[in-house]
C-alpha cells in the first residue's frame, strides 16, 4: 500500500489547484476579461439588431465608410480599421499573456504544459478536420478550414457572467491557457496562409522596426509610452503595407515584452503592460471589431443555408462539436497515455463541459472569416455559421455548468476564504502548514509542493 501512495502522489495531477501567484495572476487577468465579455455580448446583440431591422442602410453606410491616409495605402473602411487596426491591440496583449506563460506560468514546466498544450492543439487540430469532413463531402472546399479553430475568452466569461457561474481558478486557467494557445496559432495560420504577396522593402522595415522596439524596451529598459507608441505605429503600419496581415505585428510586440523583474519597481513588464492594455483591447477593440464584423442577417433563409450549405455547415459543426471533441479527446487521452490524474476536486464532467464553452468562437472565427471568403454572400453565411455554432456551444456549455454550479460555488468560495483576513487564502496556508516537518525531522519534498501546486511562493524559473 505505500507503495502505490507513493507511485499515485508521483503522478502529474490535471486541473489540480494552482500555485497562490498563478491564481492570484488568473483571476486578475481574467476580471477584466469578463467585464469586457459583457461588453463584448452588447455589441455583438446591438449588431445583430442593427443589421436585422430597416436601419440596415445606415449600418452598412457606416462599416463600409473609408477614412485614411491613401498615399500610405491606409485609406480604409471601418470595418477593416477594425479587424486590422484594433484587433492589433488584442493579439498584442495575446503575445504578452503567451511570453508571461512561457516564462513563469504554468507553460514553463514541459510536465506541467504537456497536458492542457495537447488539449489546446486537439481543440485546433479536430475542429479544422470536422469542417473538412463536412465540406468536401457535400462537395464544398477547404476554404473555411481555420475558421473554427478559435476559442474567444472574452465571450465565454461573458457568458459564464450570465449564468452566474464561478468556476475554480484550475478550469479557469485551463480555458485561458485554450484561448492563449489558439490565439497563438490563429496568428501562425493568418501569417502563413493568409498572406499572398509580400512587399520586401516594408517588411524589412517592420522586422527593423522590431528590432529597435527589442533593443530599447530589453537592452536599453527605456521607459515611457511616448516612445513605444509612435514605434508601434510605424511597426504596424509598416506590417500592413508588407502584405502581412497588421495583426502579426501586434502578437510580435507582445512577445518582445520582458518578464524578468524590473529592478528598480519590482514588477514584471509584460505583466504590467497587459495590465494597463488590457481595458482596451477587451473593453474597446474587441467590442468595436464584433458591432461591424457581427453584423449578419439571422432570416430563415439564411439560416436555412448554414444547414445547408457546405463550407457554412463545416464551419458550425467544427466550433460546436469539434471543439469539444478535440479538447476532452484530447485531454483524455493525454491523461490516458501519461498516467497523469485529474484534480481530486474536478470530474471529466467538468473538462468537457469547459471543453463545450471552448467552441465559442466569435472574434477570431470572424476575422479569419473574412480573411478566407472574399465573396460578400459567401461571408455573410460563414460569420452566420460561426454565430450559429458559438451560440449553440454557449448554450450547452451553459446546461452542463448549471448543473455543477453548486460544486463550483463550493470550490470557488473555499478557494477565496480568508477568515484572518491576510491577503492569503486559508486553503493554502492550510496546505502551507501540512507540508512543515513533522515530529520525526521529516517534510513533503519541496518538488512535490510544487509539482501540485500548493506551495505560497512561485518557483524560481529563468527570466528573460
Known amino acids: 500500500m505505500p507503495n502505490r501512495n507513493r507511485n499515485c502522489n508521483s503522478r502529474p495531477t490535471f486541473l489540480g489547484r494552482l500555485p497562490l501567484p498563478e491564481r492570484t495572476f488568473v483571476a486578475n487577468a481574467l476580471r477584466t476579461e469578463t467585464v469586457g465579455g459583457m461588453v463584448l455580448l452588447a455589441a455583438a446583440a446591438v449588431a445583430l439588431v442593427w443589421a436585422n431591422t430597416p436601419l440596415r442602410g445606415a ?18 473602411s471601418v470595418a477593416h480599421w477594425t479587424a486590422d487596426g484594433l484587433l492589433a491591440i488584442f493579439f498584442f496583449v495575446a503575445g504578452a499573456e503567451l511570453k508571461r506563460e512561457l516564462v513563469v506560468g504554468e507553460l514553463r514546466h514541459p510536465g506541467t504544459a504537456l497536458l492542457p498544450v495537447v488539449a489546446a492543439i486537439s481543440g485546433m487540430v ?11 463531402s457535400m462537395g464544398g472546399t477547404w476554404n473555411g478550414w481555420a475558421v ?21 481558478s484550475a478550469l479557469r486557467a485551463f480555458l485561458l491557457t485554450l484561448a492563449v494557445v489558439d490565439d497563438l496559432g490563429a496568428i501562425v495560420v493568418i501569417a502563413i496562409f493568409y498572406t499572398s504577396t509580400i512587399h520586401l522593402p516594408a517588411l524589412i522595415g517592420a ?21 513605444y507608441v509612435p514605434l508601434a505605429l510605424v511597426i504596424w503600419g509598416l506590417t500592413h503595407a508588407s502584405g502581412v496581415h497588421a495583426t502579426v505585428a501586434g502578437v510580435a510586440m507582445g512577445l518582445i515584452l520582458r518578464v524578468a523583474k524590473d529592478g528598480e519597481r519590482g514588477r514584471r513588464p509584460a505583466e504590467h503592460i497587459a495590465y494597463l492594455v488590457r481595458p482596451i483591447s477587451a473593453g474597446v477593440a474587441v467590442p468595436l471589431f464584433a458591432l461591424f464584423a457581427a453584423g449578419v442577417s439571422v432570416s430563415g433563409e439564411t439560416l436555412g443555408n448554414v444547414v445547408s450549405e457546405p463550407e457554412p455547415l463545416g464551419v458550425a459543426l467544427g466550433l460546436a462539436a469539434g471543439k469539444v471533441l478535440g479538447i476532452f479527446g484530447g485531454s483524455y487521452l493525454a491523461v490516458r497515455f501519461t498516467r497523469a490524474r485529474l484534480g481530486p476536486d474536478l470530474a471529466w464532467a467538468d473538462v468537457l463541459a469547459v471543453a463545450m464553452l471552448a467552441g465559442i468562437g466569435f472574434t477570431v472565427s470572424l476575422l479569419i472569416g ?9 461571408l455573410e453565411h460563414i460569420k452566420a455559421a460561426v454565430l450559429l455554432g458559438s451560440l449553440t456551444s454557449a448554450v450547452l456549455a451553459c446546461v452542463l455548468l448549471r448543473l455543477r454550479n453548486n460544486k463550483y460555488r463550493r470550490l470557488y468560495e473555499a478557494e477565496a476564504a480568508d477568515e484572518n483576513a491576510d491577503g492569503i487564502p ?10 512543515q516537518p513533522d515530529s520525526t525531522g521529516s517534510d513533503t519534498p519541496k518538488a512535490h509542493r510544487t509539482h501540485h501546486g500548493e506551495g505560497l511562493d512561485d518557483p524560481s524559473a529563468p527570466e528573460r
Open 59 to 76: 449600418y452598412e453606410t457606416v462599416r463600409d465608410f473609408h477614412f485614411g491616409i491613401g498615399a500610405l495605402g491606409l485609406d480604409l
Open 126 to 136: 479536430i475542429p479544422a478536420l470536422v469542417y473538412g469532413l463536412v465540406a468536401t
Open 148 to 168: 473554427p479553430m478559435a476559442t474567444d475568452i472574452a465571450f465565454a466569461l461573458g457568458v459564464l457572467a450570465v449564468i452566474d457561474t464561478h468556476l475554480p
Open 207 to 227: 522586422l527593423l522596426g522590431l528590432g529597435l522596439f527589442f533593443h530599447l524596451h530589453d537592452r536599453r529598459r527605456v521607459h515611457g509610452w511616448y516612445w
Open 370 to 378: 473574412e480573411l478566407a471568403y472574399v465573396n460578400p454572400a459567401d
Open 426 to 435: 486559508d486553503i493554502y496556508q492550510h496546505a502551507q502548514a501540512a507540508e
